[in-house]
T-cell receptor
Framework: RKEVEQDPGPFNVPEGATVAFNCTYSNSASQSFFWYRQDCRKEPKLLMSVYSSGNEDGRFTAQLNRASQYISLLIRDSKLSDSATYLCVAYNYGQNFVFGPGTRLSVLP | NAGVTQTPKFRVLKTGQSMTLLCAQDMNHEYMYWYRQDPGMGLRLIHYSVGEGTTAKGEVPDGYNVSRLKKQNFLLGLESAAPSQTSVYFC???????????????FGPGTRLTVT
């Protein structure tokens, strides 16, 4: 079983749609969580950190449920420019940053 | 402020050849990492460093060596390249660890390596 698992996708959604990505992690000692965005043939870039209380950044909302070891990312009013692969990441002291395999999103006109 | 840079961007090696990938960061970060990314696998940690002069193994260290002689540079070496090492290699850096967690990583643009 992978340490960090994500919806395999791809997600194909129309512009303006709301899309949600799910992620689960298996190491209960994980301390920090992140969502990264990776465009085709580019490096990953931080989209947002995920805090226990949940956090929002414009159209993006991240939630963390430590009891269920579950992280989510919600994108509202999808734009064409949101098309990318979204990587869920968990950090723990022993294993460092553990990346999920990513979920690909295509926003269609 | 260039952030994290990697050289070269592309390389083709024959089986058995050696090479060194260079990563440099100008953000004075303590932590540096080398990952490989393969289709469907996500990023996997090869080696990492928590400071100048220190290195440690990650999830997939076999066939690779690293050195961190200067704080700003982290080198990844392949002594005898194999086709299984065909991949995209990313370097990353992080600032000093906060208590109970870790700040984000900053990634370089990647090196695309093909071993024939």
């Amino acid at each position: 079983r992978k340490e960090v698992e994500q919806d395999p996708g791809p997600f194909n959604v129309p512009e303006g749609a709301t899309v949600a990505f799910n992620c689960t992690y298996s190491n209960s000692a994980s301390q920090s969580f992140f969502w990264y965005r990776q465009d085709c043939r580019k490096e990953p870039k931080l989209l947002m950190s995920v805090y226990s209380s949940g956090n929002e950044d414009g159209r993006f909302t991240a939630q963390l449920n430590r009891a269920s070891q579950y992280i989510s990312l919600l994108i509202r009013d999808s734009k064409l420019s949101d098309s990318a692969t979204y990587l869920c990441v968990a950090y723990n002291y022993g294993q460092n940053f553990v990346f999920g395999p990513g979920t690909r999103l295509s926003v269609l006109p | 402020n260039a952030g994290v840079t990697q050289t070269p961007k592309f390389r083709v090696l024959k089986t058995g050849q050696s090479m060194t990938l260079l990563c440099a960061q100008d953000m004075n970060h303590e932590y540096m990492y080398w990952y490989r990314q393969d289709p469907g696998m996500g990023l996997r940690l090869i080696h990492y460093s928590v400071g100048e002069g220190t290195t440690a193994k990650g999830e997939v260290p076999d066939g690779y060596n690293v050195s961190r002689l200067k704080k700003q540079n982290f080198l990844l070496g392949l002594e005898s390249a194999a086709p299984s090492q065909t991949s995209v290699y990313f370097c990353a850096s992080s600032p000093t660890r906060l208590a109970g967690g870790m700040d984000e990583q900053y990634f370089g643009p990647g090196t695309r390596l093909t071993v024939t």
